[in-house]
């Protein structure tokens, strides 16, 4: 589209999170018109660290925003899988783009803080929870529970994975239950019993269970998650400090007293859910990105960098297509394949019939689904 088509272009995004924000940001260096509706009063990212991986930093760059992100968050080189035990399966350097080789290691909640930050005053609105979509054809209206309504040429849903946007105009199907349950803190470095010494995220995996340490050297701290097999599909489910024990039985007695001296208030519980590939993602005035088209579960690290990576090429289809039908096309065309390849490998290893091949007698006696 030319210069002067985008100026006169009014974006609708809906949701304030890392996609809705990285949108927000790409379209605006357009010249577009954009405004973001958030339903919460306040955003606050729950949760603890995760990765930025170099093509997502080359994002930034282009959008003259690394240096705010770098700011707070920390290079690391490579990560590593370990056993139980602490002997190494694999180590490797985080695949590359282009000069940039480290993947920033950064708080859910410093990132979301330095994305919103970069974005113009007044253009996120908060309170603003979507009760209706309205397709029609040549531009979309927007209707609210405070009573506003809002009208735009294009309509981004970027609002998670149980997207109003979605199941209003693409898929009325729920989330997916993994048959796993995720266990997120913060600690400090000092809590950490010598187990982090340098930048590079470790994950020790076996008895059904998943253990993540990720530096977050900026703040002095570690992000400590846990991922274990449990058939309980409630979205925030109750658990005890023995629950939590008893998925690292038998690992590292470090990580298992790094789990003991948790303050449970402090620890992020969730059941862990994706979404099946969405068939279509987009109408002529409409399209989802992030964790509204293809939620994924977060074994390999790509729910935020996708979502980045959707931003940017929704930015990239505008400016090339000559109409926003056109760009909506050729962005799904252009992402859609590599997010439903990322969709399939995140679930390898934890889907029903893998559990007992991967984590042997460990699988989880239900896998129900609960909404």
């Not at 019993?193 to 994950?203: E, I, K, Q, S």
């Amino acid at each position: 589209m030319q210069p002067s088509d985008l100026k006169n272009l009014k974006i609708a995004v809906v949701g304030a999170g890392y996609g809705g924000a990285a949108a927000a940001k790409a379209l605006s260096l357009l010249g577009a018109d954009v405004n973001v509706y958030e339903q919460a009063n306040q955003i606050r990212e729950a949760g603890a660290g995760i990765g930025l991986r170099p093509s997502t930093m080359n994002r930034f760059r282009e959008w003259g925003i690394f240096d705010a992100i770098a700011k707070v968050s920390s290079p690391s080189d490579r990560f590593e899988i370990l056993t139980p035990s602490g002997d190494p399966i694999v180590q490797e350097a985080w695949p590359a783009a282009g000069d940039q080789v480290h993947t920033h290691l950064i708080h859910r909640g410093d990132f979301i803080d330095a994305l919103l930050g970069v974005l113009p005053e007044g253009m996120v609105h908060l309170g603003h929870k979507l009760e209706t979509v309205q397709d029609k054809g040549d531009g979309a209206v927007l209707t609210f529970a405070n009573g506003k309504t809002v009208e735009a040429d294009l309509v981004i849903g970027a609002d998670g994975i149980k997207s109003v946007v979605r199941k209003e105009l693409f898929s009325d199907k729920d989330p997916v239950f993994s048959g796993e349950h995720a266990y997120r803190a913060v600690i400090s470095m000092d809590d950490a019993h010598g187990m982090v010494v340098d930048d590079n995220l470790r994950m020790y995996i076996g008895r059904g269970t998943k253990i993540y340490l990720l530096p977050l050297r900026h703040r002095g701290q570690v992000s400590f998650d846990i991922t274990a097999l449990c058939p309980d599909g409630t979205w925030a489910p109750q658990v005890t400090k023995n629950d939590l024990l008893a998925t690292v039985e038998g690992f590292d007695e470090r990580l298992v007293n790094i789990t003991r001296h948790l303050d449970l208030t402090t620890v992020n519980i969730r059941a862990v859910y994706d979404i099946d590939p969405v068939d279509t993602w987009h109408s002529d005035s409409v399209v989802l990105m992030g964790d509204a088209a293809h939620s994924m579960l977060h074994h390999q690290g790509q729910g935020a960098n996708s979502a980045i990576e959707d931003a940017g090429a929704l930015a990239d289809a505008l400016k090339q297509a000559d109409s926003v039908k056109e760009a909506l096309a050729l962005f799904q065309t252009t992402r859609k394949p590599v997010t439903d390849e990322l969709q399939r490998i995140s679930r390898q290893g934890w889907s029903e019939g893998e559990i007992d091949e991967v984590f042997p007698g460990q699988k989880p006696a239900a896998l129900g689904s609960e909404k």
